[in-house]
């Protein structure tokens, strides 16, 4: 079975605080995806990697930065962070063979 | 601008009856369309997908249809259970930009019993 975990459930950082959101995954796949998820906008793609040191924005990247230096582990950075961030974020992995994308269970940061 | 609109945002139904939710997409290039459940506390899992060579999948209770030429693809969730209820979303991906998904807003379903 394919394991996503992400390090924290529930996370509370101030307005300009540097936040680390990390991701870990256990099948050996080539591409991870961070996405935010709010209300009535469904899961918004903010930044993707396939390989290691290698990432590429996706659809809202402002704001936010990412690390891959293990293959299996991607960092979402948020470099100061602001009451707008305040979301669920979700990991995501894939393999480079099939299309399935498999979930982390979300991290929910609030920023104060 | 959201490339993949599903609607409606919540659904009501009764155990036993059909749930239908909807999604219209604008990209043309677009080529694989899964819908994912999402259960409250867990990550999105994939339910069931479609290629737009084909009108119509099914996998036991659930069902994609879909129309190439009107853009747009459904999901009909037959006989639903309390244990559908949960939040569904569809999404669409092009093979040749990498396979990123483009999610719809997602459909919280209750399925009264």
């Known amino acids: 079975d394919v394991k996503v975990t992400q390090s924290s459930r529930y996370l509370v950082k101030r307005t300009g605080e540097k936040v680390f959101l990390e991701c870990v995954q256990d099948?050996?796949?080539?591409?991870m995806f961070w996405y935010r998820q709010d209300p009535g906008l469904g899961l918004r793609l903010i930044y993707f990697?396939?390989?290691?040191?290698?990432?590429e924005k996706g659809d809202i990247p402002e704001g936010y930065s990412v690390s891959r230096e293990k293959k299996e582990r991607f960092s979402l950075i948020l470099e100061s962070a602001s009451t707008n961030q305040t979301s669920m974020y979700l990991c995501?992995?894939?393999?480079?063979?099939?299309?399935?994308?498999?979930f982390g269970p979300g991290t929910r940061l609030t920023v104060t | 601008q959201q490339q993949v609109k599903q609607s409606p945002q919540s659904l009501i139904v009764q155990k036993g009856g059909i749930s239908i939710i909807n999604c219209a997409y604008e990209?043309?290039?677009?080529?694989?369309f899964p819908w994912y459940q999402q259960f409250p506390g867990k990550g999105p899992a994939l339910l069931i997908a479609?290629?737009?060579?084909?009108s119509e999948k099914k996998e036991g209770r659930f069902t994609i249809s879909f129309n190439k030429s009107a853009k747009q693809f459904s999901l009909h969730i037959m006989d639903s259970q309390p244990g559908d209820s949960a939040t569904y979303f569809c999404?669409?991906?092009?093979?040749?930009?990498?396979?990123?998904?483009?999610f719809g807003g997602g459909t919280r379903v209750l399925v009264k019993p």
């Open positions: 995501a992995s894939r393999s480079g063979t099939h299309l399935e994308q498999y």
């Open positions: 099948m050996d796949h080539e591409n």
């Open positions: 990697s396939y390989d290691v040191k290698m990432k």
């Open positions: 990209n043309t290039a677009f080529d694989y």
């Open positions: 479609i290629r737009p060579d084909v």
């Open positions: 999404a669409a991906s092009r093979e040749a930009a990498g396979n990123k998904l483009t």
